[in-house]
């Protein structure tokens, strides 16, 4: 499956953007999708992950209430519905494909998309 990331931008602190991240391929629904972020100099973290069916959500302590993940397996996309915006939550953010159902360790995804770049402005 290849991913391509967008929907990344310029953001005021409070604001909100929405990230899409379309999926190629006939099996979308397969796989457990995650969107992960890395901030410049420190280490990527998962954001938020989702089952195939869309059932089971996972979201990172730092980003409950806040961000939402949703899916649409008839357009093989993934959101990424981001609101209250930090600019600690500035980064490079990346969408990947596990075959899991629900992934929510970095190294059980095999497949990664090019990131979509959040700065969010104090």
């Known amino acids: 499956v290849q991913l391509q990331a967008s929907g990344g931008g310029l953001v005021q602190a409070g604001g909100s953007l929405r990230l899409s991240c379309a999926a190629s391929g006939r099996t979308f629904s397969s796989y457990g999708m995650g969107w992960f972020r890395q901030a410049p100099g420190k280490e990527r973290e998962i954001v938020a992950a989702?089952?195939?069916?869309?059932?089971?959500?996972y979201y990172a302590d730092s980003v409950k209430g806040r961000f939402t993940v949703s899916r649409d397996n008839a357009k093989n996309t993934v959101y990424l519905q981001t609101t209250n915006l930090k600019p600690e939550d500035t980064a490079i953010y990346s969408c990947?494909?596990?075959?899991?159902?629900?992934?929510?360790?970095?190294?059980?995804?095999?497949?990664w998309g090019q990131g979509t770049l959040v700065t969010v402005s104090s």
């Open positions: 989702i089952s195939r069916a869309g059932g089971t959500i």
């Open positions: 990947a494909a596990s075959t899991l159902p629900l992934a929510t360790r970095e190294y059980d995804y095999a497949y």
